[in-house]
């Protein structure tokens, strides 16, 4: 159990670059959040956006 926790640590330090919806710029985000449909926080004009893949 420990050893899956230790992944899912890693897992959330990995990032993925998605596409703003709002201003088409691309960021670094989590892809923990990502693949779990959270809320994402464009840096460039600061929309809240779901990455919609
Ligand atoms: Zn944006």
Do not use: A, W
Request: glycine share 2%; proline share 6%.
């Amino acid at each position: 159990m420990s050893y899956f926790n230790r992944i899912m640590d890693q897992i959330t330090e990995i990032t993925s670059s998605s596409t703003c919806p709002v201003c088409q710029r691309k960021s670094q985000q989590s892809i923990k959040k990502i693949g779990k449909k959270q809320t994402l926080l464009c840096p460039h004009c600061k929309s809240i956006f779901v990455n919609p893949d």
